[in-house]
């Protein structure tokens, strides 16, 4: 609890110190030391308990819960309830302790799942506690605990939704009680005053005590029912039909209360609560009934404004395919949203009031019409378009940075955002770097403002971010670097064929809104203008430009000119300066881009126009902010420039007359001069710059070209091919711009750093985006295959010169610290390593020369150079992929182990905070890929390997409630959400590695009995006897001698490696069986998987797991081996006696879980199949929890239906002799009162006849 003292009753005398208090007390004690004269100077920062909270978070995550066993994670949860209830302390918590404490319960939650059920009689009554507090930020932690319980054990959590709901219900009606008293109290009052009382409008107010717990408690449990219910999503089995019709009438009789004349006048802010409540709970349970006309309504209250149009925004998100199936739906909510745009805009009758809440109703109006068909709203589109510019302008003076521009460029491109410390320019701009990514995040941070008007457009149900990456998505293939296209390109699926019509813009997903009322106005306001742009004619596209323009910073427009004001600056000056410049560039470049990203390409034929007048202005701008000194505005301002060269290109490929210029000014630009030809006269820092993001552009067009055809190419269903490969002219001149570039490098001219990685990275944009088709181009175009051959030695030649000039020994130690630029390096050397058949043809030893730079750059990373290590390990797994095993020479396969290695100790400051889990599951991917490619002579290398794999599997399974913001009280940028995901990709791809090399060895190397023998200590925790020797005992060992201080693995690790052992088993066959070993080993996991608790809780899905596993190893079995054969194996399992108290167990507690029902009954019935059933005490005992006294056949459910089907077949199996003569008279006694039914019921019983072989029976009877 010392870490809960941070934010303890110190901070909360420090965070309300005043001035003259503490001018008049010096002799405070603080939680830390200040000087009071600090203090007194400064003003009182309403973020501060925010962000102390996020620090005290972060250490109770990552530096305590994540290093936490199974037990003591459960223990944390006991300890942190307690200390929430004050059981431990004098006093009870601050409220900032309770949302420290709750965050990390929802965390713990998360990450024990299933263990956590034992947890829940202590935690529910302070979750019902705190869902009254007087603090919201309370109330909301506690229920995301709800949320993360519904995720984790909603099996539990169902049994206790019916206590929130009647909570709401009751608190519903108390307010109401209220206010008809207050009502009767004031008609009594006025009665006795008069007929001039009578008429005053006003009642005699309630005192506000007795209504604020009501609307605490009613606000909270809201907050609760609304995020279970979106969980539901992925659990239907969390609400019932009952549920649901509950729900929704409370929560229509909530939203009507703002029609209640007694509640609105005795208390408005009660109203206000019940009604928001009211949208909070159908915004997310039913969004179909938001389209009902009592409830499709333009509020008239500001206040409740904001909720009834978020319930419409969640109603376009998640169902947007009813505006087609409900008649004049569409035109309905397009009046009510115009209709309160009317009252919103300047000089309406909602204009005025607080801001945040204003800014945050323009917002949600915004994101209402984004998710409407384009087109629809022709009576409204001009006001959103003036007023969205409108709003950029103003947000841009107010220093307000749009969080979209990251989201609208490619992801390939972060590689050049990495600065080193001598190159950082100032704490404004964007740290991407991986190494310093976690303190960046810090340094962006805003407080949260407004989490309610967000909380049903959540990350987690993005379809974009949480599906599968495909292989061509990615960078160079490599599923370590990330996805490579841009973030809103994969959440561009229209939801109906309206936002598809094309009129004059392509629909792209709105980006999901961020909990800050300024940043989230500014992205609204930048997406409306996007999605109304192409509406309008040139004139209006002009006009909006030169608007557009007056947020150019003046830095640029006079670039190379001298400014006396500039000059006359004071250093605090400079730096605000500085960061209003870097907010109205990004600002800028990032409405460009999303306005020229929105338009359709030009299907005309081809054609020489050079395009309107507003292409010409944005190109003036766009090559003025080439010279930026950020580079997110750098690479914004080329991905603009190459969506502007590109947006009249035609189906033919002809390059029209503004493409020409753009790409002539380009190269101008590239060459160091001005885009018209002369000279650019400027300081060398600019110069360099410039040239550096010129080459960047033109490799954006070169990519965004490949792109744009191959996308043709899988879309049409005409023969394109020779469109796909032919090089075009504009190809051409692009490939000799940048050759001639990296020729120039091991001159003795000076460039940059800077300017040398641009350099190599365009050129590898380039080479990944001029790929040549092998399926269709390698059949007749050898052409083609002879000029992409002749490129590769080019760059080859090019690069190796390049590695030569780096590595002297002149400026060495420099270079290495520049991180960007060995990470470009690599990255270009896995583009030619991927194409390394083709360069063979005229290099033969290019595969070694490029594998010797690689390992010079290994062996030059150092301990904090995460990103660098990631590109490593992406320059490995794309040579795993694409070099076989004889290919890949004993140097580089050392060296990989090495750095593995180095990522994976313990004690390394590589492995700190956020960054551990992500690390240590790339390097033991790139471990089990080395495992992989190792050859047979490394057998006890390869058994070291397969240990430390085993040993590091813990980190990868941790987990954090992935299902809220990791800042949870501040906003963070979108990345460090996005990054989360990209984790659960990188683990998914771990464990489909592991399967496919277990069995790969299994089956070449015949090492079965020592695979059992490690899954076994991995799950169970013990060893049995030593396996014989020749099945690899020394590979035992070395793997054991790693893996014997290892601590117990939690129950989600067993439930996976009993998953790997049944895919084992059923790939290895018959041949299993073999083994006694196996076998023996087999039923002990499964057994002991089928019977696991936690905390006296069930873990239902390692019980499922097991029994998966041990119907497995039982049908790898006849009932004539079991009476012939004497094999060892075949003994094993007679003897066991584990068997039947498993199967038992399956089916009694999967009466509350019909997955583990349906595979106990399956268990059970090849139990008795193979004969093992010789005990009319033991069939008694495992047919009980299927004949249950209400026991009904014809229900259609699954759990009824297996239940059926393993009567019918023992029934069958009784009658037929096929079970001792004992057991069948036993078994046919209790059937007796259940034949009638079985018989006469509707369910249809499909039984093979040939499923008992030989002994086939006539079914049709059963």
Same mark, same amino acid.
């Given at each position: 609890m010392i870490v809960l003292d941070m934010v303890g009753p110190l901070f909360e005398r420090q965070l309300s110190l005043t001035d003259a208090y503490v001018s008049s007390t010096n002799d405070i004690p603080l939680a830390v030391d200040i000087n009071p004269a600090l203090v007194t100077q400064s003003k009182k920062s309403t973020s501060d308990a925010a962000f102390a909270r996020l620090s005290v978070c972060r250490v109770l995550r990552n530096g305590i819960g994540t290093s936490l066993s199974e037990t003591n994670q459960q223990v944390m949860i006991n300890d942190l309830t307690d200390f929430c209830n004050g059981v431990n302390g004098k006093n009870g918590p601050n409220l900032h302790q309770l949302q420290c404490a709750l965050t990390e319960i929802s965390h713990l939650v998360a990450s024990l799942s299933d263990a956590s059920a034992g947890n829940l009689e202590r935690l529910l009554p302070l979750l019902k506690t705190c869902l009254g507090h007087a603090d919201c930020g309370v109330r909301w932690e506690a229920a995301t605990v709800y949320a993360s319980l519904a995720n984790s054990i909603p099996r539990e959590l169902s049994f206790y939704l019916k206590d929130l709901i009647n909570t709401v219900q009751l608190n519903a009606e108390s307010i109401a009680d209220l206010a008809d008293i207050a009502q009767s109290k004031s008609s009594v009052y006025n009665s006795d005053r008069g007929v001039s009382a009578r008429r005053s409008r006003s009642t005699s107010p309630s005192p506000s005590g007795k209504y604020v717990t009501h609307q605490y408690s009613l606000h909270g449990n809201a907050l609760a029912l609304s995020m279970i219910i979106h969980e539901s999503c992925n659990?239907?089995?969390?609400?019932?039909?009952?549920?649901?019709?509950?729900?929704? &009438?409370?929560?229509?009789?909530?939203?009507?209360?703002?029609?209640?004349?007694?509640?609105?006048?005795?208390?408005?802010?009660?109203?206000?609560?019940?009604?928001?409540a009211g949208y909070a709970i159908l915004s997310a349970v039913d969004p179909v009934n938001i389209a009902r006309s009592n409830i499709l309504n333009a509020s008239q209250n500001a206040g409740l404004a904001q909720p009834s149009v978020s319930s419409i925004v969640a109603f376009l998100r998640f169902s947007s395919d009813l505006l087609l199936n409900i008649p004049g739906l569409l035109s309905r909510i397009t009046l009510c949203l115009e209709s309160l745009l009317e009252r919103i805009v300047p000089g309406g009758s909602l204009s005025k009031g607080a801001e945040t809440r204003l800014d945050n109703i323009k917002a949600t109006i915004f994101e209402a019409f984004s998710w409407l068909p384009p087109g629809c709203f022709p009576v409204a589109s001009e006001t959103l378009y003036r007023w969205a510019i409108e709003n950029i302008?103003?947000?841009?003076? @107010?220093?307000?940075?749009?969080?979209?521009?990251?989201?609208?460029?490619?992801?390939?491109?972060?590689?050049?955002?990495?600065?080193?410390?001598?190159?950082?320019?100032?704490?404004?701009?964007?740290?991407?770097?991986?190494?310093?990514?976690?303190?960046?995040?810090?340094?962006?941070?805003?407080?949260?403002?407004?989490?309610?008007?967000?909380?049903?457009?959540?990350?987690?149900?993005? @379809?974009?971010?949480?599906?599968?990456?495909s292989k061509d998505a990615l960078i160079v293939g490599s599923s370590f670097l990330g996805l490579g296209t841009s973030l809103n390109s994969q959440t561009s699926i229209p939801p109906t064929p309206l936002h598809n019509v094309g009129l004059g813009v392509s629909w792209k997903e709105p980006p999901l809104p961020l909990a800050t009322s300024k940043v989230r106005l500014i992205d609204s306001s930048i997406h409306i203008f996007s999605v109304t742009w192409g509406l309008f004619d040139g004139r209006h596209q002009e006009q909006a430009i030169v608007m557009l323009s007056e947020l150019m910073p003046a830095s640029l427009a006079s670039s190379g000119k001298f400014n006396v004001g500039n000059a006359l600056l004071t250093d605090t000056e400079k730096k605000m300066k500085t960061k209003q410049d870097f907010v109205m560039s990004s600002n800028l470049v990032a409405a460009l881009l999303a306005a020229i990203q929105s338009l359709p390409l030009h299907e005309a034929a081809l054609s020489t126009d050079s395009g309107p007048p507003w292409m010409h202005r944005a190109n003036e701008m766009l090559h003025l902010l080439l010279a930026s000194p950020y580079h997110i505005v750098q690479r914004g301002a080329a991905e603009c420039l190459s969506a502007l060269a590109l947006s009249t290109r035609g189906i033919g490929g002809g390059v029209h007359g503004l493409q020409q210029r753009i790409v002539s000014e380009l190269e101008y630009s590239a060459d160091g001069n001005l885009p018209n030809g002369k000279p650019r006269k400027v300081a060398p820092q600019i110069l360099m710059r410039t040239k550096a993001t010129a080459l960047l552009a033109l490799s954006c067009i070169q990519r965004q070209s490949f792109r744009i055809s191959a996308r043709r190419k899988t879309s049409e269903s005409l023969n394109s091919d020779m469109d796909f490969l032919i090089v075009s002219p504009l190809s051409l001149r692009i490939r000799t711009c940048l050759l001639s570039k990296i020729i120039k490098l091991d001159s003795d001219e000076e460039f940059s750093f800077e300017f040398i990685m641009y350099s190599i990275h365009s050129l590898q944009i380039f080479l990944s985006s001029s790929r040549i088709d092998t399926v269709s181009a390698y059949g007749g175009l050898s052409k083609l295959k002879n000029d992409r051959v002749k490129l590769l030695e080019k760059v080859f030649v090019s690069i190796n010169s390049l590695y030569v000039v780096l590595w002297q020994d002149d400026g060495l130690t420099e270079k290495l610290n520049e991180t960007a630029l060995l990470a470009a390096f690599?990255?270009?050397?896995?583009s030619l390593i991927s194409e390394i058949e083709l360069l063979r043809k005229m290099v033969p030893d290019a595969l070694k020369t490029l594998l010797t730079m690689a390992i010079t750059i290994f062996q030059s990373v150092g301990e904090m150079d995460q990103c660098l290590i990631r590109e490593c390990m992406g320059l490995v797994e794309v040579a795993f992929d694409h070099l076989k095993s004889q290919d890949l020479p004993s140097f580089f396969l050392v060296e990989v182990e090495v750095l593995t290695m180095k990522v994976m100790k313990k004690d390394d400051q590589i492995l700190i905070a956020a960054q551990r889990q992500r690390m240590i599951t790339t390097a033991t991917i790139c471990m089990l890929l080395l495992y992989q490619k190792s050859p047979l002579t490394m057998q006890l290398r390869k058994g070291a390997l397969f240990g430390r794999i085993l040993e590091h599997v813990e980190v990868i399974a941790g987990k954090d409630f992935l299902h809220s913001n990791l800042y949870r009280s501040v906003v963070c940028r979108r990345q460090p959400e996005i990054d989360r995901f990209a984790n659960l990709h990188l683990s998914n791809y771990f464990w489909t590695s592991l399967e496919s090399a277990v069995i790969h060895k299994v089956e070449t190397e015949k090492i079965l009995p020592t695979i059992m023998k490690l899954f076994k200590l991995m799950t169970l925790g013990i060893i049995d006897d030593p396996i014989p020797t020749e099945h690899g005992v020394?590979?035992?060992?070395?793997?054991?001698?790693?893996?014997?201080?290892?601590?117990?693995?939690?129950?989600?690790?067993?439930?996976?490696?009993?998953?790997?052992?049944?895919? %084992?088993?059923?790939?290895?066959?018959?041949?299993?069986?073999?083994?006694?070993? %196996?076998?023996?080993?087999?039923?002990?996991?499964?057994?002991?998987?089928?019977?696991?608790?936690?905390?006296?809780?069930?873990?239902?899905? +390692?019980?499922?797991? &097991?029994?998966? +596993?041990?119907?497995? %190893?039982?049908?790898?079995?006849?009932?004539?081996?079991?009476?012939?054969?004497?094999?060892?194996?075949?003994?094993?399992?007679?003897?066991?006696?584990q068997i039947a108290p498993a199967i038992k167990h399956s089916l009694v507690n999967g009466l509350e879980n019909s997955d583990l029902f349906a595979i106990g009954c399956s268990c059970l019935r090849?139990?008795? @199949?193979?004969?093992?059933?010789?005990?009319?005490?033991?069939?008694?005992?495992?047919?009980?929890? $299927?004949?249950?006294?209400?026991?009904?056949?014809?229900?259609?459910?699954?759990?009824?239906?297996?239940?059926?089907?393993?009567?019918?077949?023992?029934?069958?199996?009784? !009658?037929?002799?096929?079970?001792?003569?004992?057991?069948?008279? !036993?078994?046919?006694?209790?059937?007796?009162?259940?034949?009638?039914?079985?018989?006469?019921?509707?369910? !249809? $019983?499909?039984? @093979?006849?040939?499923?008992? &072989?030989?002994r086939g029976r006539d079914t049709q009877r059963i």
């Open positions: 659990y239907p089995s969390l609400l019932t039909e009952e549920s649901v019709f509950d729900l929704v &009438g409370i929560s229509e009789i909530l939203i009507l209360c703002q029609f209640d004349e007694k509640i609105t006048q005795s208390n408005p802010g009660a109203a206000c609560t019940c009604v928001r302008q103003d947000c841009t003076e @107010k220093e307000v940075q749009t969080s979209l521009l990251e989201m609208l460029l490619s992801q390939e491109d972060t590689l050049v955002d990495r600065s080193s410390f001598p190159r950082f320019l100032s704490s404004s701009e964007k740290w991407t770097s991986s190494d310093i990514s976690d303190c960046s995040s810090l340094l962006n941070l805003i407080p949260v403002e407004h989490r309610e008007g967000v909380m049903h457009s959540p990350m987690w149900r993005n @379809k974009g971010l949480t599906q599968r990456y690599l990255r270009l050397l896995s020394e590979y035992f060992a070395e793997a054991l001698k790693i893996l014997e201080t290892r601590s117990n693995c939690c129950w989600q690790l067993k439930s996976k490696f009993v998953a790997l052992v049944n895919k %084992v088993i059923i790939n290895s066959g018959p041949e299993a069986i073999q083994y006694n070993s %196996v076998i023996a080993d087999a039923i002990n996991i499964a057994c002991a998987s089928c019977t696991a608790t936690s905390n006296n809780e069930e873990l239902c899905h +390692l019980q499922l797991e &097991g029994a998966s +596993l041990l119907y497995t %190893v039982l049908r790898l079995f006849d009932r004539d081996d079991l009476q012939d054969d004497n094999t060892e194996s075949s003994a094993s399992l007679v003897s066991c006696t090849a139990f008795a @199949k193979i004969g093992l059933i010789n005990d009319p005490g033991m069939l008694r005992r495992l047919t009980k929890p $299927l004949l249950q006294p209400n026991f009904v056949v014809n229900t259609g459910k699954r759990e009824d239906i297996a239940r059926t089907i393993t009567i019918a077949e023992l029934w069958f199996m009784a !009658s037929a002799n096929l079970l001792c003569d004992t057991v069948c008279k !036993s078994f046919l006694r209790e059937m007796e009162n259940l034949v009638n039914e079985v018989s006469t019921s509707s369910s !249809s $019983l499909v039984i @093979k006849k040939n499923m008992w &072989g030989p």
